[in-house]
Structures are given as C-alpha cells and as structure tokens.
C-alpha cells in the first residue's frame, strides 16, 4: 500500500512549558481510516495545521502527499460567505460525480447554488463533505465530520466515507471513542 501520509517524531508545544505532543508518529496509506481522539485542547487540529504546513513542529518530520482534502469542525469558516457552493465547489473540482454524492449525502442540488449562511450547519457541512470528496484526494483529513450532523445522517456519511476507502487514507479528528472504535482501523490517543 502507498503511504499517503508519514509522521515521525513530532514535537509541538506553544511554550516549552505547554508541549502538546512528544514524538508522535504514525503512517496512513489508501485504503486506511485512522483516529486521532483526545479532549478538548489536546492538540487534534493543531496535528492537521502540522501536516498542512500552517505550523512548523518543535521537531520530528512529516511527509505528505501533495493531492490533500479537508473537512473542518466549522462549516461556516469552509465555505465564502459571498458565493454560492455551487461556484466555490466549482472552482477547485470537477463536478463528474456530483450527482452521485448529492444522493450519498442525502443533499438537494438547488442547495448548492444558495449562499453559505442560507444553509442550515448539518447542510452546509455535509456540502464540505461534497467539496472534499470531488476533489479526488489521496488524502483526506476530517475535523469532526459529522459533529453538525444527527445520529443518522453522521452513520449514513461515514459509511459513505467508508466505501471510498480504497482510493484515500483518510485521518479522522474526533473526541467520540464510539465512532472511532466503529470506523477507524488505528486510534492514535494524545
């Protein structure tokens, strides 16, 4: 299997004397679901900022592919409040399979040309789940995903993640045991 993604090693902390995290490592390739669970606070969305290279690590190394998606925890800050999604899904992937994850998503087309805040949370973050999933990546980084969503629609969208395993690694931030426990094949605690 190709890697998609190597950490080795990795230190950060906002201080020396506030580290998040010594010497974390971990490797995801296709067709991997991996965890990262902790509580609030404990670094899990700093661990993305690390591999989108918006922070540099005290130490260690991170290797990535260059092909990366991400769903964030706020769908709001996704997403211009001035353009349609329409437009802004437009304009970074191709919109072969549109219909195709409209229906796994359980999304109406028309939505799709309505601005960000016309939506409702659930809607709009299942509209970034959409993006992301369009922009065919090797890797897809997901901030808790389903969080806006309820019990059903978050089983149908992570079984629907699921099925596109094959293609992508994908690294999971959640501070719910239970869903990592069902879906994760590693969970990394920190």
Same mark, same amino acid.
């Given at each position: 299997m190709q890697n998609v993604l190597e950490v080795e090693n990795?230190?950060? *902390?906002? /201080?020396k004397e506030k580290i998040l995290f010594n010497d974390l490592s971990l490797s995801l390739?296709? *067709?991997?679901?991996?965890? &990262?669970?902790? #509580? /609030?606070?404990? *670094? +899990? =969305?700093?661990?993305?900022e690390l591999i989108l290279q !918006?922070?540099?690590?005290?130490? @260690?190394? &991170?290797?990535?592919?260059? !092909?990366?998606? #991400?769903?964030f925890q706020d769908p709001y800050s996704s997403f211009h409040p001035s353009y349609t999604l329409y437009n802004q899904i437009a304009d970074v992937a191709s919109l072969n399979e549109l219909d195709k994850y409209l229906t796994s998503l359980n999304l109406e087309?028309?939505?799709?040309? +309505?601005?960000?805040?016309?939506?409702? @949370? *659930?809607?709009?973050?299942?509209?970034?789940i959409l993006r992301?999933?369009?922009? +065919?990546? $090797?890797?897809l980084l997901l901030d808790e995903p389903t =969080?806006?969503? $309820? !019990?059903?629609?978050?089983?149908?969208?992570m079984k629907m993640l699921m099925e596109h395993l094959e293609d992508i690694g994908m690294l999971l931030i959640?501070? $719910?045991?239970?869903?990592a426990s069902w879906c994760a094949d590693e969970i990394i605690t920190i």
């Open positions: 990795l230190t950060f *902390g906002y /201080s390739a296709k *067709g991997e679901l991996k965890a &990262i669970v902790g #509580e /609030s606070g404990a *670094g +899990k =969305s700093t661990i993305f !918006n922070r540099k690590p005290k130490s @260690g190394k &991170i290797r990535v592919t260059q !092909n990366i998606s #991400e769903v087309a028309k939505l799709l040309h +309505k601005l960000p805040h016309e939506l409702s @949370g *659930g809607q709009l973050q299942r509209a970034s992301a999933m369009l922009m +065919k990546p $090797d890797l =969080s806006a969503l $309820d !019990n059903v629609i978050q089983l149908d969208v959640t501070h $719910d045991m239970d869903l």
